[in-house]
Structures are given as C-alpha cells and as structure tokens.
C-alpha cells in the first residue's frame, strides 16, 4: 500500500520540544520525508528554557504510517514529543453541527412573539390549514437525514451511534452548499417496518428525507415503502446521489472520446444500491448496451430463480441479449466500466480488453476496484471517489442542488426526469472548450453547481407533475 498517497484524513499535530540550536527542524523534516509522510504547518508555540515548542502538522497514509513517523522522530537526539493529536478527531469533538438562532430572543415582546402567547394563533392558523407549516415552520427548509448504520461508508454494520459522525458530515454539507437545515437521525433499529414506522412518524416536521448507509437490498423496499407513503421527497443518497454524478461524469467523457451515449457498452461492476440506481438512470437516457456483473458474474435471465428483487430488476431491464459469463467476457469490447463494488475488484486484464478509448469510473472508496497508476497507459479517461486524483466522482455534486430544488418547488418527490436534469446540470457547469481527460466534472467547492442544479430540479419538478408550489 505504500503507493497510496499521504493525505489531510490521517493528519496529526505534534507538540515538539526542540533543542535551540541550528538544524533541530531540519532533522525532524528530514526523518518524515524518510518516512514518506507529508508536513505541513509548522508553528512556534513559546520559548521554554533550552528549548523551542513547535507545533508540527504531517499527514500520513494510515494510523500505522502516523504511529511510524512519530516514533522515528521520538529517536531524534535533542527531541521531545510531549502530545500528538489526532486533527480528524479534534474536529468532531462534540460534534461538528449546532442549532442557532434565526431572531434574538432578548425582550419581553420578542419572547411573547417567538413563544407564547403569539405562538399560539400561529398554531391555530396551521391546525386551520396543514399547508401553512410549510411557510410557518422550519419544514420548509429542512432535512432529514436518516441512517440506521447497517452500511456505513466502507465500514460495515456499524450500528446508529457509530454512524452518527457521517450524518453530521452530511448535514454539514446540506448547510454549507445548499443552505438547506439537515438533522441526523439515527435509528436503533435495522427492521424495515421500524425504520419505515419511525420515518413516518417524524416526517411531519420536514420538508426531505435523505436515507443514507442503509445496506441492500433492505434499502430498496424502505425508499420505495416511503416513497408511497409520505407527501415530502425521499432520496436514497447513496443510490442515486451516486447514480446522478456518474451519468453527469459520462455526459462529459463521452464528450472528450467523441462517442455517442446511444452507441455505448457499458459495464455496471457491483449490483448493490448504486450499481441499480447507476442502471437505472443510464436506462432513461437512452444507453445502448447496459451489462452489471456480480460477483457471480454476468447478471441474466437465466439467473432470475437465485436473484434478490433489486437484481432481478437488473436482468430483466438490462443485458437485452441475455449474456453469461465472467467479469472478462463482460468487459470485452466495452466502452465504459463503473465500478461500485469493493477494493481490487477489477482486473487490469479487464481494462485491456474494451474498446478503443476506454473509460474507467472506479468508485470504491477509500480503496478503488482499481488503482489508477495500473492503468494510466491504458484507459483514455479515469474517475475515482478520491479526493487525490483528478474526476472525483463525489455526490456533494448532486444532492444539495436536488434538495434545494425540490424544497423551492415543495415537491412530493425527487423521480427520474429530476435526477436527470440535476446529471445534465452537473455536467454543463464545464464548458465544451474546457473538457479533458483529467476534467470532465467540476470541483465540488464550485458553488455555482448547486445553484445550476437547484434550477434545473425545480423547473424539472414543474414539468413532470410533482411541484406543489405556484409556478413563478
């Protein structure tokens, strides 16, 4: 693993006492260089005696890797580690989201407005008009961003409590990009009928709901169950946030190796909730051949007795000339791979075998089906859900600007033309002239991309029926 490039995930700070006196610091840059890692701020605390106090900032590749460098710097003669810091951790001590205040409530009339009596007659006019709670309330505005921790990130069934630190990340993204109020919900419970029940009953005060680390196929049946049973959306993220921001990625690389999406093979690795969705929204927009392998290989109709729901969703409206076989055969003259399987899954072999210009997206995280380096000569395009390397298929792309649009139209639902349009806006925030084989989506720190998708969600939301707002 000692390709894998340091990064910000696994950095530290290490207060050093160091002896003053010429080239102390040079020796501790030189033993993390020796170490591969990668420093960064370096800052003087005091003077205390013989001594200087530095604070040291590196970035390693993993916990071993830190606990490497620091050691070898505690070997230094005239050196003394005397704390090391986690930064990941610092960040998330006592959470890293709070509620605030819209008005100051410092005055007898502010608080008999804010509260009672005067909250009063604002809850008699909703109890008059339920409608009213989306313009009187923080409904309007807000979020839920629900998990019961059976899949979360790369890390399994971790369980609610442990994916709490997630559900925070998201809601802090919901607010930085969208200005949309998130909440993270975590359920103690992992049966459909409790996390759909529970759901339910907290809906009336939001105007979204986000599902987020459920694991499959379970998170089919509670999207589809909430979808028929509540007035608000209901978005798997990891389904079709993931799904959005892959076909907005294949808009543009189709772009740049001039093919067209209706001549196109595509091979979908990993036939789990992304795999599905991915699927799913390559099929409305009019892709020519769609293959998904599992690890049995080729998903057929052939198949269809030893498959779940999801999958047989998959053979029955994809592989139109019903192929077996491996991963291999699968690939064979393919013009695109998307992987969303697991770490390694895909062969360089497989790369190898697909058409002239191939395209790789390897969506794995942190772990891609593929290393990039491996095929760097070979593939014309690559996109991974890194950070380090150019295409970051990221769904922060995606489901800020969709739930912005969805709470400005008060849609009952976020359906395919609105996954679609919000691809299609991701994708022109590049200009034609502007595409390449290391550009074809745009930074996730672009804020002009939420308010590009936001638009064309709403105007999509319009169009196919499920605004509920007056159109402007």
């Known amino acids: 693993m000692s390709d894998i490039q340091p990064s910000v995930s696994y950095s530290f700070t290490m207060r050093l006492y160091i002896e003053n006196k010429p080239g102390m610091l040079a020796k501790v840059l030189n033993v993390i260089a020796d170490k591969k890692g990668d420093p960064g701020a370096v800052d003087v605390v005091k003077v205390e005696g013989n001594y200087k106090v530095r604070d040291l900032t590196v970035s390693a590749r993993d916990e071993e890797h830190s606990e490497d460098i620091v050691q070898a710097i505690k070997k230094i003669e005239g050196i003394k580690v005397r704390n090391v810091s986690d930064r990941v951790f610092l960040l998330h001590l006592g959470g890293k989201i709070r509620i605030e205040n819209k008005v100051p409530v410092n005055t007898r009339d502010a608080l008999s407005m804010a509260y009672t009596p005067g909250v009063g007659r604002v809850c008699q006019a909703i109890a008059e008009d339920e409608e009213k709670a989306h313009t009187l309330t923080i409904k309007q505005n807000s979020v839920a961003v629900v998990s019961d921790g059976s899949a979360v990130l790369g890390l399994g069934n971790i369980g609610p409590k442990a994916a709490m630190p997630v559900m925070e990340g998201k809601a802090m993204l919901f607010k930085e ?123 057929n109709r052939d198949r269809l007795s030893e498959l779940n729901e999801s999958k047989k969703w998959l053979a029955e409206n994809t592989n139109p000339d019903n192929l077996g076989g491996s991963l291999l055969e699968a690939t064979s003259g393919a013009d695109l791979i998307i992987g969303v399987s697991g770490p390694g899954i895909i062969p360089k072999e497989a790369v190898k075998v697909m058409a002239d210009d191939p395209i790789v997206f390897a969506l794995a995280n942190p772990e891609p089906e593929i290393r990039p380096e491996k095929i760097t000569d070979i593939a014309r395009i690559i996109a991974t859900g890194r950070s380090d390397y150019p295409n970051q298929i990221n769904n922060v792309l995606a489901f800020p600007g969709l739930f912005r649009g969805a709470l400005d139209a008060r849609a009952s639902d976020i359906n395919e033309k609105m996954k679609l349009a919000a691809a299609h806006a991701i994708a022109e925030q590049i200009d034609d002239n502007d595409l390449s084989e290391e550009y074809i989506v745009p930074s996730v720190f672009n804020k002009k991309v939420v308010r590009r998708v936001s638009r064309a969600v709403k105007e999509a939301a319009f169009e196919s029926g499920v605004a509920r707002r007056p159109r402007p």
């Open 177 to 299: 990009f969208a200005d949309v109020d998130a909440y993270p919900i975590c359920l103690d419970s992992q049966d459909v009928d409790e996390v759909v029940r529970a759901v339910e009953l907290i809906s009336p005060g939001f105007g979204g709901v986000n599902l987020e680390d459920i694991s499959a196929p379970r998170c089919f049946e509670i999207e589809q169950r909430l979808k028929e049973s509540l007035d608000i959306p209901v978005f798997h993220d990891d389904q079709h946030g993931t799904a959005v921001v892959a076909m907005a990625a294949t808009i543009n690389a189709l772009k740049v190796v001039g093919k067209q999406l209706s001549d196109i093979r595509v091979v979908i690795v990993g036939a789990g909730a992304a795999g599905v969705a991915i699927a799913r929204i390559l099929k409305n927009a009019g892709t020519g051949t769609i293959l998904c392998t599992d690890s049995t290989g080729i998903i």
